[in-house]
């Protein structure tokens, strides 16, 4: 039960992470006017699919947990209905459906410019609320609505960065293979400077998170919590490091030497692989008691 319990918490916020991020490089790096935004809409549906799978495998397994029965024992409307609407985390997957179901309606029946705006608006819904499925959720006292802000802002900034890398690459190779270097270069560079704002957001709020989760440096190093985010914050670290040499060689290049959108659109690609390790750290540490809290 525990693997399916990670294998769905990693599908389900890398799906939303992604959905989100799709309407931020559309809205941030590449003008609307581009194009119909069809390529966009193709994968936002997809992981909103594959958000609401595993949702629903991610809620099963939880509410199997939460009756201490069986997975096939627990897949039961009573069970499901008693953990929605007599639970605080039952409420929260509540809006989260709703917000989806509202967001496919939207990328489903909407063509025009305001859609893209609205859509972004559920997205970040469906991805902050996130917050509340987690430690921050269960947390108490005058320290919850704190964790909850670290938390709401740390997965938002996610859902920009890292996560935005795959829409970013996709477009990339989209741009490249229609022989648009210009409009590669443009989004490119504006993509640059979008992720650094992000970074630092995601750094800041991640030493918040820490601080409430962790609490001290001993129980970061003897706990499995603790450890775990050791090597999350490596591999970010990491894609940080491969998106500062996109910044500070392959960028200042990319109007002189054409073959720099090449080797930043290889890097983009690794930085994806990277980003999706960290998901699923974060998956694994949804189900570990905080460090502070061993």
């Not at 799978?53 to 209905?81: C, K, T, V």
């Not at 909407?110 to 509340?132: D, M, N, Y």
């Not at 989004?187 to 650094?196: D, G, I, N, T, V």
């Not at 918040?208 to 050791?230: E, K, M, P, Q």
Request: hydrophobic share 60%; charged share 15%.
């Amino acid at each position: 039960m525990t693997e399916l319990l990670i294998l769905s918490r990693a599908i389900h916020f890398g799906s939303c992470l992604v959905l989100l991020s799709v309407f931020a490089v559309r809205l941030l790096v590449e003008p609307p006017a581009a194009d119909d935004g069809r390529a966009e809409r193709r994968l936002a549906g997809g992981c909103l699919v594959a958000a609401a799978g595993s949702g629903f495998l991610w809620f099963w397994a939880a509410a199997a947990g939460m009756s201490g029965s069986g997975l096939l024992d627990s897949l039961s409307p009573r069970l499901f209905q008693m953990v929605l609407e007599e639970t605080a985390w039952g409420e929260a997957w509540m809006i989260r459906c709703a917000t989806g179901v509202a967001l496919g309606l939207l990328l489903c029946c909407a063509r025009r410019g305001w859609s893209l705006r609205v859509g972004a608006v559920l997205a970040a819904v469906l991805v902050g609320s996130l917050a509340w499925l987690g430690h921050a959720g269960a947390g108490a006292g005058a320290r919850r609505p704190l964790m909850l802000a670290g938390d709401v802002t740390h997965l938002l900034a996610a859902g920009v960065w890292p996560a935005g890398l795959l829409p970013f690459a996709l477009l990339l190779r989209r741009r490249m293979k229609a022989g648009a270097l210009p409009a590669a270069h443009a989004a490119a560079r504006r993509f640059s400077a979008m992720s650094l704002v992000t970074v630092g957001v995601l750094a800041a709020s991640g030493l918040v998170n820490a601080f409430f989760l962790v609490g001290s440096f001993h129980a970061l190093a003897t706990t499995d919590y603790g450890r775990l985010l050791i090597v999350k914050v490596a591999l970010f670290a990491m894609a940080v490091a491969l998106g500062a040499r996109n910044l500070l060689i392959h960028k200042p290049r990319l109007e002189t030497a054409p073959a720099a959108l090449d080797a930043m659109a290889r890097t983009v690609w690794i930085e994806v692989a990277l980003g999706t390790l960290i998901v699923l750290a974060v998956a694994i540490l949804g189900t570990l008691p905080p460090a502070a809290h061993p």
